[in-house]
């Protein structure tokens, strides 16, 4: 029963390493002596084994059912399934933010132990910053928001976990997120090390590429996870709702896409030198402002944030610390970061990467805003304002528009710069594929909102410009090496896995783009009173109800109502949405039923009783939703494929037969 | 031929720049949504006539009257001080009780009831209704954006 103490005690011994490993490193590298480096190295271990068992502490706390803790009363039951109870650490604010320092300790200790040998001027700083962070937290952790409270009279059972979060969907939104948010420190620590070092060299962007892939593909995941979590649990019918939960996780996606691209720029023509800083800098900072806006009960009211005035200040006062340091460290060092490099051409690979880091960049701030003026008005006081869909559908879609745009050019421009003739030789073709696409979309598709024309145009745009490239490298490989097509094409994907991950990723994106805009324009809802053998007619289907009944899970009780679904072609399925209501908990909650098809979901929500046979229910057609998750999972695949390219692209030969974008244009060399 | 390309580039950041912001302001100022207590909306008069506003309170136990066989519905929301009478069509959310916590989303039209597009029933972080005391109705005023998750 002594776990959670354990626990406890493992975390104070952690924030004193977290101490040491700030400290020790700053004194061995201004006395000249490697031994106190050293000892911030152990220390560094030594944090992330200490808030590993505080970990299994609290693990061990809530499978043992151990309701003495408040934080376990709070957010488990003796009925909450195993599952459950297993990743219930992260169900609220407290566990989370452990979570979060454990897996700054472990990517600590990792980075550490990989970059020792390797960055010996960087690695004292990363261990100095690393722990400062580190400390930040388990100072937030033990004196503000202990998960590892005692209650004086333990309850017989807990509060059990809020029923929204008992979803699959939910056990792997955080981690993943976290993993995303976490990673991006390593990168940041790096960044921090030239800045401070001023050995400003490209040398930290290369170090940390696979860190920077790592958290990118782990953010991205986490986020559509959230997406598919909200999509199958609050029952509404849609993925996304602009909500600022969602938002605080998509700004630093959005910076993070940015600096994903411009560190390529750095890498192969040292330009873009203090604008990475930048943008690692602000990635950073925007997953803490990420987490500590879900998690701090910032954003579910103000109110929330004045009730515990201590958490709310010291998360203001460390955010403070960190941007003024960071910044203020670029700040000072920029006179060093001159880039001898200038931009010659308009028409180049890095200028189209600075438009889309404009655009991209011009993206997170709309969001930003519609997330945080909100807060602010409220806070001074002013008025309550909410921010809805409209403003992103007007703002934020056709900004992306223009990066989709700029990633159909991408594959066809050199780097340093070409002639104009060139690039439009190779741009008319998927011009005009994409312009036939969006000709036939609308006359026969009968696609008339110009949001759904300018998508089907650019995913053409985009899936033709990069089939193009990549079938030119193959048929010159095929022709250099003498292979036949398959070999050749292997051979092609596995020599430039960068490249050709990031294709993935930019056609699995553009398969999501199709999905949102298909499911967020032709999305059909019906909401009506149905006795039993009564149907209705959504699109293709004709769905009748056709009986209810009372269901028992391990924890809860439902009704469940049985719709059948039929279309012309002898389709025949049977959806079960149901109302359940959790042992612990007096109210009822929604359980969707969803039936997923390549072309349209439909989604069916059980209402209340109207009266003795009638009940009431939402339906809805959803086109193109699978496309979201579909695009998703080729985005993960593609970012794997990268990941597993050891050498950076910067080693290789120039001319390989690769692609444009290893080439060197004759005409500028 | 080095600077005149440069200035150009500089030049269209600018104009790039500059024609987003104005899209971006334009848009954001004309999507806001108000939130008003049925006190407050009732003492901007005429002011917001035609406006999309959310207005939140208590829906006011025994007001609630559901028209039989349909989801038509109509309910008091009250701040305490003021009722505002609401009219909603559709599926209310899970929590939508008597007694409790109550958002409402609709066009503003003084002297009519206030047909509600959508209805957001608020909850705390452990999924319990809000409850409405005179404290809580108080309180509420600071709480009332919590949003559904």
């Known amino acids: 029963m002594m776990w959670i103490e354990l626990a406890h005690f493992a975390t104070i011994i952690a924030l004193l390493m977290a101490v040491v490993q700030l400290m020790a490193p700053v004194v061995g590298v201004l006395a000249l002596r490697p031994a106190w480096v050293r000892v911030g190295r152990q ?90 962070v580190i400390t930040g937290f388990l100072v937030l952790i033990l004196f503000l928001s202990s998960p590892f409270e005692r209650l004086p009279r333990p309850p017989m059972d807990g509060r059990d976990l809020n029923p929204m979060l008992q979803d699959p969907g939910m056990v792997f939104h955080p981690p993943f997120l976290y993993m995303g948010y976490v990673g991006f420190a390593i990168p940041f620590a790096f960044a921090l090390a030239a800045l401070v070092n001023g050995r400003i060299t490209d ?97 579910s009211s103000v109110h929330a944030f004045a009730s515990d005035p201590g958490r709310g200040v010291y998360i203001l006062m460390f955010m403070t610390v960190v941007l003024l340091a960071s910044f203020g460290l670029l700040v000072f060092r920029s006179d060093r970061l001159k880039s001898e490099v200038r931009l010659e051409s308009l028409l180049s690979t890095e200028a189209a990467f600075l438009f889309n880091n404009l655009f991209l960049v011009v993206a997170a701030l709309t969001v930003l805003l519609g997330t945080l003026y909100p807060l602010a008005m409220e806070t001074l006081g002013s008025a309550k304002v909410t921010v809805g869909a409209p403003y992103y559908n007007k703002v934020f879609v056709p900004i992306m528009f223009i990066v989709l745009a700029l990633m159909g050019v991408g594959p066809m421009l050199v780097w340093r710069g070409m002639q104009a003739q060139r690039l439009l030789r190779a741009v008319w073709i998927p011009l005009a594929g994409a312009s036939i696409a969006a000709g036939l979309a609308f006359s026969f598709l009968g696609v008339r909102h110009p949001y759904g024309i300018v998508c089907i145009f650019l995913a053409l745009f985009v899936a033709v410009s990069h089939g193009l490239d990549w079938g030119a490298a193959v048929r010159k490989k095929m022709i250099a090496a003498k292979q036949g097509f398959i070999p050749a094409s292997s051979n092609l994907i596995r020599r430039n896995k960068r490249r050709y991950g990031g294709f993935m990723v930019h056609l699995g994106i553009v398969v999501m783009t199709v999905g949102f805009v298909g499911s967020g324009l032709f999305q059909e809802e ?100 699978s496309w979201v998750w579909g695009g998703a999972e080729m985005m993960a695949l593609g970012i794997l494929w990268s990941l597993l390219q050891g050498r950076s692209f910067k080693s290789k030969k120039r001319v390989d037969g690769t692609g444009p974008a290893l080439q060197v244009d004759p005409s500028h060399s | 031929m080095q600077n005149s390309r440069r200035l150009y580039l500089i030049l269209t950041i600018f104009v790039v720049v500059g024609a987003l912001g104005a899209l971006l302001w334009t848009s954001f100022t004309g999507s806001l949504v108000y939130f008003y207590t049925p006190t407050e909306i009732l003492q901007t008069g005429s002011d917001k006539s035609g406006h999309k506003v959310r207005i939140g309170g208590m829906v006011q136990e025994g007001s609630l009257v559901k028209q039989p066989g349909s989801l038509k519905m109509r309910f008091l929301v009250t701040d305490g001080t003021n009722r505002l009478a609401v009219t909603y069509e559709g599926m209310p959310p899970d929590l939508f009780r008597e007694g409790q916590g109550v958002v409402v989303e609709g066009v503003w039209r003084p002297g009519q009831d206030f047909n509600a597009g959508t209805v957001l029933a608020k909850h705390s972080e452990d999924y319990i209704p809000v409850k409405m005391t005179q404290e809580g109705i108080a309180r509420s005023k600071e709480n009332m954006l919590r949003t559904l998750k």
Do not use: C
């Open chain 1, 43 to 132: 220390a560094a271990y030594v944090v992330a084994v200490a808030l590993t068992l505080a970990v299994i502490g609290v693990v061990i706390s809530f499978l043992n059912h151990d309701f003495s803790v408040k934080y376990v009363a709070e957010h488990s039951s003796l009925s909450l399934p195993f599952f459950y109870r297993l990743t219930a650490l992260w169900g609220g604010h407290e566990g989370s933010l452990l979570f979060w320092a454990w897996l700054l300790g472990l990517y600590t200790a990792m980075a550490v132990w990989r970059h020792w040998s390797s960055h010996p001027h960087s690695v004292p700083v990363v261990l100095s910053v690393l722990g400062a």
């Open chain 1, 203 to 299: 040398e930290w962007i290369v170090a940390t590429r696979r860190w920077t892939l790592f958290s990118w593909a782990m953010l991205s995941t986490g986020i559509v996870f959230g997406a598919y979590w909200a999509y199958h649990v609050l029952g509404w019918g849609g993925y996304w709702a602009w909500d600022p939960v969602e938002n605080a996780s998509f700004i630093p996606w959005l910076v993070a896409t940015a600096f994903l691209h411009s560190n390529m720029v750095q890498e192969r023509r040292h330009m873009f030198m203090r604008w990475n800083l930048f943008l690692i800098i602000t990635t950073f900072s925007l997953s803490l402002l990420g987490t500590f806006l879900v998690r701090s009960g910032v954003l």
């Open chain 1, 526 to 625: 019906k909401e009506l009173v149905l006795a039993q053998g009564d149907f209705v007619v959504m699109g293709d289907w004709r769905l009748t109800f056709t009986g209810i009944h009372s269901v028992q899970g391990s924890n809860w009780t439902a009704q469940e109502a049985l719709i059948t679904a039929e279309t012309d072609h002898g389709k025949k399925i049977t959806l079960r949405p149901q109302k359940r209501v959790y042992n612990n908990h007096p109210m009822p909650a929604t359980e969707a039923a969803i039936s997923s098809h390549f072309l349209e979901d439909i989604y069916v929500v059980l209402g209340e009783p109207v009266s003795d046979a009638n009940w009431a229910f939402r339906l809805y057609r959803n086109p193109l939703v």
